[in-house]
């Protein structure tokens, strides 16, 4: 009998980060559907990092952390074979494998790995100094990881979640899960994407279906059934939901009237 959820053996190069996840909205995607010929994980690294640039110092003590050892408890990844099992791709994990790609293979001597290196300094360093401090710390990590020679992500235990047995809802319920609530261990930025996912679903669905029921219910009526219709794909209550609703719209508010005066 097939498991929703299986516990698998895997090398850390045998995985491909989501190009869609809590960091890198994009709400047209259908996680069933995923399929992507021209993937890169030199882009997706790319991408991670410049949304993580405000950020480095977290992204150092998760690189350092996993230096010391991958445990699956502490560092579970959730995977998702493509819809042509062809290709796993991680619903959540994106950064630990980051992590674990720069840890193995971050060499100056590879023209993709300089260019990312170049672009920290010269590009994302341009902001303040502490961004440039926190990557040298991650190189430092980075070098003495690789003078032990141990390799310890040829053979990490993660869960593979069967995708025939999984409906959509409960795809993006792995991959918001540990942003919906802040959880321990995240940043203030995940939370703040998923905020803005949140938001815009919410505003499209409404807008919607205000348009073809404003003559027939209120407000109240017309939000209380996009609630119903969305909140499992979020694994919270429709009162959580509801709050962070009334959360993101007003952290829309507040970006709308910063780039006014901006």
Not at 41 to 65: A, C, D, P
Not at 72 to 86: L, R, T
Not at 96 to 101: F, I
Request: proline content about 2%.
């Amino acid at each position: 009998m097939e498991q929703k959820f299986t516990i698998v053996e895997k090398k850390y190069n045998d995985l491909r980060m989501l190009p869609v996840n809590p960091r890198i909205p994009d709400l047209n995607i259908k996680l069933d559907k995923i399929y992507y010929d021209n993937y890169s994980i030199f882009v997706e690294i790319k991408k991670i990092l410049n949304l993580e640039r405000k950020n480095l110092e977290v992204l150092y003590e998760l690189i350092s952390s996993l230096s010391d050892r991958f445990t699956a408890s502490n560092d579970n990844i959730h995977i998702i074979s493509d819809d042509k099992e062809q290709n796993f791709y991680v619903l959540e994990g994106n950064r630990r494998l980051m992590c674990m790609y720069l840890l193995e293979e971050f060499s100056f001597n590879n023209s993709e790995w300089k260019e990312i290196n170049d672009y920290i300094v010269n590009e994302l360093g341009k902001e303040n100094s502490a961004l440039k401090d926190n990557w040298k710390k991650i190189l430092i990590c980075i070098n003495d990881y690789q003078k032990l020679n141990v390799h310890y992500f040829n053979n990490i235990s993660i869960t593979l979640v069967n995708r025939k047995l999984s409906t959509e809802e409960e795809l993006w319920q792995i991959v918001n899960n540990r942003h919906t609530a802040g959880s321990t261990g995240k940043s203030a930025f995940p939370r703040l994407l998923y905020l803005r996912r949140l938001g815009k679903e919410f505003s499209d669905l409404y807008k919607k279906s205000k348009e073809i029921n404003f003559q027939n219910k209120d407000i109240r009526q017309i939000k209380k059934e996009i609630l119903k219709k969305i909140h499992f794909k979020y694994d919270r209550t429709i009162e959580n939901l509801s709050n962070d609703i009334n959360k993101s719209l007003w952290c829309t508010w507040v970006i709308s009237k910063y780039k006014q005066i901006n």
